[in-house]
T-cell receptor, first 108, second 113 residues
C-alpha cells in the first residue's frame, strides 16, 4: 500500500475557477503535512504547510486537513494559467514521504 | 532553492562510470537530503544526513554513496553499481529542530548514454 496517494490527473480547470487537489496518507500518527508546487523541469517549491485539523489559508491557497479521515487537500481559488504545474503532497512519518503528484492545467 | 546550489544542471554518464553530483547550501541548515525523481513517481529518498560526519541510508541507497565532511556540502556519487541511474536528482535541506519543512535545490538531471 502506498503511503501517500494522489490522483495523478491531469486535472484541468478554466481560469478563475477553484482547483481542488486531494491527498490521502496511510499513517495515522503523521503530524506534519505539506504541499509543494513543481513546474515542469524545475524543483519542488513549498507553498503550504499544515499541522492541525481544519483549514489554513494563504492568499489564494487553502490547505485542509482531516486527520480522522487521513486526508489533506489544497484548494486554489481564482486559478491562473501560471498555477499550471504538478502539485506534490508530502507527509512526515519518520521522514518526509511524497505522493506522485497531481498535474494541474489551468486553461485561459 | 535560494541558498541551495546543485551542479551540474545536466550530466551525462557512460555506462560503468562513477559520477558525483554536488550540493552546497549557505542556509546553515543541519540536515541535508538526496532524492531521486522518475517520471510519474514521487520523490524517493536516497540518503540523508542530520549532522556532519554522519549519514543514513534512505529507501533506495544501493548504488549510491555520500559524504558529509562539511555542514555546507553533501555530495552524492552515483556508482557503476546503480543500474538505472537516469533520473532527476534533488538535494534538500531542513533547518533542524522545531521546523519540519524541506527546501530544495534546483536539481541535476542525469542521463546515461
Amino acid at each position: 500500500q502506498k503511503e501517500v496517494e494522489q490522483n495523478s490527473g491531469p486535472l484541468s480547470v478554466p481560469e478563475g475557477a477553484i482547483a481542488s487537489l486531494n491527498c490521502t496518507y496511510s499513517d495515522r500518527g503523521s503530524q506534519s503535512f505539506f504541499w509543494y508546487r513543481q513546474y515542469s523541469g524545475k524543483s519542488p517549491e513549498l507553498i503550504m504547510s499544515i499541522y492541525s485539523n481544519g483549514d489554513k489559508e494563504d492568499g489564494r491557497f487553502t490547505a485542509q486537513l482531516n486527520k480522522a479521515s487521513q486526508y489533506v487537500s489544497l484548494l486554489i481559488r481564482d486559478s491562473q494559467p501560471s498555477d499550471s504545474a504538478t502539485y506534490l503532497c508530502a507527509v512526515i512519518f519518520n521522514d518526509m514521504r511524497f505522493g506522485a503528484g497531481t498535474r494541474l492545467t489551468v486553461k485561459p | 532553492d535560494g541558498g541551495i546550489t546543485q551542479s551540474p544542471k545536466y550530466l551525462f554518464r557512460k555506462e560503468g562510470q562513477n559520477v558525483t553530483l554536488s550540493c552546497e547550501q549557505n542556509l546553515n541548515h543541519d540536515a541535508m537530503y538526496w532524492y531521486r525523481q522518475d517520471p510519474g513517481q514521487g520523490l524517493r529518498l536516497i540518503y540523508y544526513s542530520q549532522i556532519v560526519n554522519d549519514f543514513q541510508k534512505g529507501d533506495i541507497a544501493e548504488g549510491y554513496s555520500v559524504s558529509r565532511e562539511k555542514k555546507e556540502s553533501f555530495p552524492l556519487t552515483v556508482t557503476s553499481a546503480q543500474k538505472n541511474p537516469t533520473a532527476f536528482y534533488l538535494c534538500a535541506t531542513h533547518p533542524g529542530q522545531g521546523a519540519h519543512e524541506q527546501f530544495f535545490g534546483p536539481g541535476t538531471r542525469l542521463t546515461v548514454l
